[in-house]
Structure formats: C-alpha cells, structure tokens
C-alpha cells in the first residue's frame, strides 16, 4: 500500500529559529500532498494544500510566510516554520495519496519551540 | 460547506463489548466519508471509506460503518473490542468537488479489561 514518510518525528528548537519538516511519498508519486496542525486532544486543522510545482494553497487565517511550503517533486513536499515561536509548538502531519485510495498520512511531527 | 460532528468525546468499553461509534455530517449532496484512527503521537490510519454503492462498508480490524442518508450519518461500528483498540478515532468528509477532507473532532476509545 501507500506508503508516506515524514521526517522528523520531534523536533525541539529554540525561539526564532526556522524548522523544515520533510513529507515523502515513497511507492507512489503525488500532485498533492496536505500539511495539517493538530493540537493536544484536538482534530486536525488543515493548513495548506501542497501542489507540485506551483504555490501553495493555504487556509484562511494560516501565515503563509510563516509557514512556507515547497513541493519540487512528486515525491516531496517540505514545510517550514520560520522564526518559531512557543505557540507554533504543535503535531504536524502530511498526507498525500488521493481521495479514491483513501488519504494516507504520514507519522507526524511533534514540534515544541523553547 | 461541509462540517463533521462526533457527539462522543470520550468512550470507555469493557474488552469485548460492542461499540458503535458516532459521526454526522452535512453536506448538500452525497459526501465521501471515512475513518480514521490515531494511536498516541502517531498518524492517522484508514478504517474504512465510503463513497457509493453498498451503505454498508466493511474496514479494517473488524470495523464497519453504515451510511444513512436520512440521518446524514455514518457511524462506526465493530461487534467486539479489543484492547488494542484503544485510540483516537476520527470520522472526515470530503467533497467532490475538492481533495479536501475535513474532520470531526475525535472520540478518544478507552477500553477496560
């Protein structure tokens, strides 16, 4: 089945410095890949909508200068969390596939800023 | 625009009892529903999906779900729990007209021995 490997799974990092979170679809190429935000014993909140070769899609309300997301590849999209904050301290998860398979998701990336 | 709702934040089962888990949607015409469900700290993994034909949909792990049109449900349903059940289960709809999914707010599964 599909496969989606994100990478890292926690990351700590101090205040003010920039974080790059990998999402790799590894037997299969994807066109479009989501980044979602979860918060302790919350849903999942989808930030922006990842599209190869072209800009992003972000939801309304999420900075999209804060968190810049690129995807070069069919096989990668990568999100960064610019000049982190506390509050940007948070589960971070990608997901790509289609909708007729099923959305596949990678394992999540658990983000505190100190 | 398309919403979800798990009325049930919190469930707690004796292992192996029934469980029936629930999710309402709205959405103007026929959705694109699935499961989720999230062991701590990890992703998300696919139950089960529905998007037409047979209202009764057979997943993974012994689960199933029933889509009702009349009662814009989908629950999830699986005849015996095991403790390995124990999870965050989500319950999301997508639209046709977008990749988007958008998702409930979760049932935290407990199960007792």
């Known amino acids: 089945g599909a496969v989606v490997s994100q990478h890292p799974s926690w990351v700590i990092c101090k205040s003010g410095t920039s974080v790059k979170i990998e999402c790799r679809s590894l037997d299969f190429q994807a066109t479009t890949m989501f980044w979602y935000r979860q918060f302790p014993k919350q849903s999942l909140m989808l930030m922006a909508t990842s599209n190869e070769g072209s800009k992003a899609t972000y939801e309304q309300g999420v900075e999209k200068d804060k968190f810049l997301i690129n995807h070069a590849s069919l096989t990668l999209s990568t999100l960064t969390v610019t000049s982190a904050h506390p509050e940007d301290s948070s589960f971070y998860i990608c997901?790509?596939?289609?909708?007729?398979?099923?959305?596949?998701f990678g394992s999540g990336t658990r983000l505190t800023v100190v | 625009a398309q919403s979800v709702t798990q009325p049930d934040i919190h469930i707690t089962v004796s292992e192996g009892a029934s469980l029936e888990l629930r999710c309402n949607y709205s959405?103007?015409?026929?959705?694109?529903l699935f499961w989720y469900v999230q062991s701590p700290g990890q992703g998300l993994q696919l139950l089960l999906k529905?998007?037409?034909?047979?209202?009764l949909v057979q997943g993974i792990k012994g689960f199933e779900a029933e889509f009702k049109r009349s009662q814009s449900s989908f629950n999830l349903r699986k005849p015996s729990v095991h403790w390995s059940d124990a999870a965050e289960y989500f319950c999301a709809v997508g639209a046709s007209n977008t990749d988007k999914l958008i998702f409930g707010t979760g049932t935290r599964l407990q199960v007792f021995p």
């Open positions: 997901s790509a596939d289609d909708r007729a398979k099923g959305y596949t």
């Open positions: 529905y998007f037409s034909g047979d209202t």
């Open positions: 959405y103007g015409a026929t959705p694109y």
